[in-house]
């Protein structure tokens, strides 16, 4: 290593301890009304800097990290005391093979959904797009907008089933297709989520959600709108 490397990782040792005491006592504090917390967002927010990597302190290679196993394990006993057991523990009813607005579901994931998105943030969703959804919708223009800031370069290297490099890529090269693959990808994609029959503003939602699973597809979109439909229904939410 030489001397100005060598140099560089001290200052980033020394900022990255500074951060990891800083948030320590973050957390400290926080965990000591952990058990008066009903507020699921906030739990939420307390994992994520229980397991939170800082990016403005990285180098290549190196991350602020907190591996807190205890700390983690009481939130989440905290967060799962507040859920109910039928969100939990309900898996919706997806068929093996089943197609729905000409998307094969994903069965596997039912049981997972619950995982990664807390019971607060599911019905804060639900009532707003499908219980008491926005009387107008966003037009093609608006969408198109809110899809170009928020999914990243993914939508533009899967097909709308979710295979990678698929449509598109698939043309010959030295083809105008091929050649434009990356965009006319990343565009066909957003027309063909717009398409699907879910209210628009949970669509663009939907994108965010994808990216905890590295699902980045009009698919696995639609699977959720569908995973959300059945699961309202099986909450009895509304009623």
């Not at 959804?133 to 290297?157: G, N, V």
């Not at 899967?158 to 449509?167: T, V």
């Amino acid at each position: 290593m030489d001397g100005e490397s060598g140099q560089g990782r001290r200052e980033y040792v020394g900022t990255c301890k500074e951060w990891v005491m800083n948030v320590y006592g973050e957390i400290e504090y926080r965990m000591a009304t952990l058990d008066f917390n009903e507020d699921l967002f906030d739990l939420q927010d307390l994992l994520d800097l229980i397991l939170r990597r800082d990016d403005n302190l990285v180098s290549p290679g190196l991350f602020c990290s907190l591996p807190d196993s205890e700390a983690f394990t009481r939130v989440k006993a905290r967060m799962d005391a507040l859920t109910p057991e039928e969100y939990r523990n309900g898996a919706v009813d997806i068929a093996e093979g089943e197609v729905v607005n000409g998307y094969e579901l994903y069965p596997e994931f039912s049981r997972r959904i619950p995982l990664n998105i807390h019971f607060a943030l599911f019905e804060r969703l639900a009532r707003r797009y499908f219980l008491d959804p926005p009387e107008i919708d966003m037009t093609l223009q608006e969408f198109l907008e809110a899809y170009r800031s928020t999914a990243c370069s993914d939508w533009a290297k899967m097909d709308d089933r979710g295979s990678s490099f698929g449509g598109f890529w698939d043309y010959p090269e030295g083809s105008p297709e091929r050649e434009n693959a990356m965009n006319l990808t990343f565009d066909s994609n957003a027309r063909k989520l717009f398409k699907l029959p879910f209210p628009k503003g949970f669509l663009i939602k939907t994108i965010e959600m994808g990216c905890e699973y590295r699902m980045e597809s009009v698919r696995f979109s639609n699977f959720l709108g569908v995973w959300f439909q059945r699961k309202i229904l099986q909450m009895k939410l509304g009623e």
